[in-house]
């Protein structure tokens, strides 16, 4: 466990940017294997919509959170020695390169979009996100990164 705080390298007035746009690409994410999910049983065309915006948007703000989180991790030795921090930086990196794909895959014509592999890529990625969270809480929790004092 470490016991001094260690700062984030990408912050605004002492606050960490990473945390702050994390949240966005997970909730944009799980949105859209929820409409995956819902385009599957209806077949309305509003959903399959639904999936690429929310693709869209996760995928802008999910390479944004990497981009400050990789500022983050070179810019610190300390943070690159931590046990958890090099898997959360691997599995996220997966996260957006699915994400990626994936909204290359829903730029097709709906039906074809989301079934199977849209909704293939959707579950895998949202079944990644909770390993990564946790990994970045501990991070945050046990290692302080980024926490004032």
Known sequence: MTKEMISSTAQVAGHPIH???VPIPIVCFIGALVTDITYWMTAEIMWADFSSWLLI???????LAALT???DFLGNRLIRSLAPAWPHLLGNLIVV???FFNTLVHTRD???SVVPTGLVLSVVTVLILPVTGWLGRALVYRHKVGVSR
């Open 110 to 112: 709906a039906w074809t």
């Open 97 to 99: 390169i699915l994400a």
């Open 57 to 63: 948007v996760g995928l802008i703000f999910g390479v």
């Open 69 to 71: 989180g990789l500022t």
């Open 19 to 21: 945390p702050m746009l």
